[in-house]
């Protein structure tokens, strides 16, 4: 059974920078694209990121183009999301998912994990 574990998130001040890690068990990481998705309090999940199996094709939320940075890292079966210059706006609990291509990874295939919170203060 596949399972996403999400981490790094916390309270930071706008400005400043975090690093999210996305862990994978029970699938063979390196075979799927990888997507990092926020929900902000009553709002809908939104796609924040994506990056494919090799991690030469990535695609953002024009929200966020220039100041987060989706990688991975195959040998540890591990995505990550480097986020600076945050903004209160970017307030949310941030979600990793799957898909078996890069175009398909705004509507991803796998389970959804428990998130992680990202709080930016004013």
């Known amino acids: 059974q596949v399972q996403l574990v999400e981490s790094g998130g916390g309270l930071v001040q706008a400005g400043g920078s975090l690093s999210l890690s996305c862990a994978t068990v029970?699938?063979?990481?390196?075979?799927?694209?990888m997507g990092w998705f926020r929900q902000a309090p009553g709002k809908e999940r939104e796609f924040v990121a994506g990056i494919s199996w090799s991690g030469d094709i990535t695609a953002y939320a024009d929200s966020v183009k220039g100041r987060f940075t989706i990688s991975r890292d195959n040998a540890n079966n591990r995505a990550k999301l480097q986020m600076n210059n945050l903004r209160p706006e970017d307030t949310a609990v941030y979600y990793c998912n799957s898909a078996p291509r890069v175009w398909e990874i705004r509507t991803p295939s796998g389970p959804w994990g428990q998130g992680t919170q990202v709080t930016v203060s004013s």
């Open positions: 029970g699938r063979t990481f390196s075979q799927y694209a």
